[in-house]
């Protein structure tokens, strides 16, 4: 069952999901043909069917489970879950990546002088993601800002090199993300600068934990550098390719 306040977020823009029977979907974005299925809430082949139909509808070539990019609840299916994974693949899903989503405690990390919270119109961050990273991370960028969750730093003449977000997803359960710093600020320390304040802000809001989702393994030597990763939880992608015409 999804918390109210969890699915008022999911079905919210950018990137609103919708209801299909049991079930939270996502249709393909503009140029992919993925369709995503962020939520079932039983196994049921009822629903499942209904979301295939309307991915065929909507033109999609492909259906995943986990995510979906900009606006999800998981990021796969966590290994230990595998009634859930079984009945995936009994149905035609098959597994196609794996990455982790660390657990990290908050109350070690410290804020930086050069490193300060964006106020006013965030339309400017949202593009520098689009435009230096994915536009997923523009759509989460857009809800960390409504939640005053959004930290930049900046050259002297004001130009944006680095940028981290919490709140962009899951914003009641303090999940950390996305975070990008650009290639000439990398190898500075900045990346580390930009984290850390983030998850000392999700420490002042009462969260002793943060959720720092789809990592791969550079990426989690990161954080075991400067913070107390307190679990680490495998999680897989599954697919479902969809017969043309069918």
Not at 23 to 35: I, Q, V
Not at 39 to 44: G, K, Q, T
Not at 141 to 164: K, N, T
Request: charged share 20%.
């Amino acid at each position: 069952m999804i918390a109210p306040k969890a699915l008022r977020e999911k079905l919210t823009a950018p990137r609103a999901l919708v209801e299909v029977g049991a079930a939270l979907y996502g249709a393909p974005l503009a140029g992919s043909t993925t369709a995503w299925i962020a939520h079932l809430e039983a196994h049921d082949d009822d629903t499942l069917r209904a979301v295939l139909q309307r991915a065929r509808h909507d033109g999609a070539r492909r259906v995943a489970y986990g995510g979906p990019p900009g606006n999800y609840l998981v990021s796969g299916v966590e290994t230990s879950e595998t009634e859930l994974a079984a009945w995936l693949v009994s149905r035609g899903f098959s597994p196609v990546s794996s990455h982790v989503d660390l657990i990290v405690a908050t109350g070690a990390c410290a804020s930086y002088d050069d490193v300060s919270r964006l106020t006013g119109d965030g339309a400017g961050v949202c593009a520098w993601f689009e435009a230096h990273f994915a536009s997923a991370w523009a759509m989460e960028a857009a809800r960390a800002h409504g939640h005053h969750g959004v930290f930049v730093a900046r050259s002297a003449e004001g130009e944006l090199f680095g940028a981290a977000c919490h709140s962009g997803n899951n914003a009641h359960a303090g999940t950390f993300g996305p975070i990008g710093v650009l290639p000439d600020a990398r190898g500075t320390g900045l990346g580390r600068r930009l984290a850390e304040t983030v998850l000392a802000d999700l420490a002042a809001r009462g969260h002793t934990t943060a959720r720092v989702p789809w990592v791969d393994g550079a990426t989690a030597r990161f954080y075991r550098s400067f913070g107390s990763v307190l679990r680490e939880e495998t999680r897989v992608m599954y697919g479902l390719d969809l017969d043309e015409g069918a």
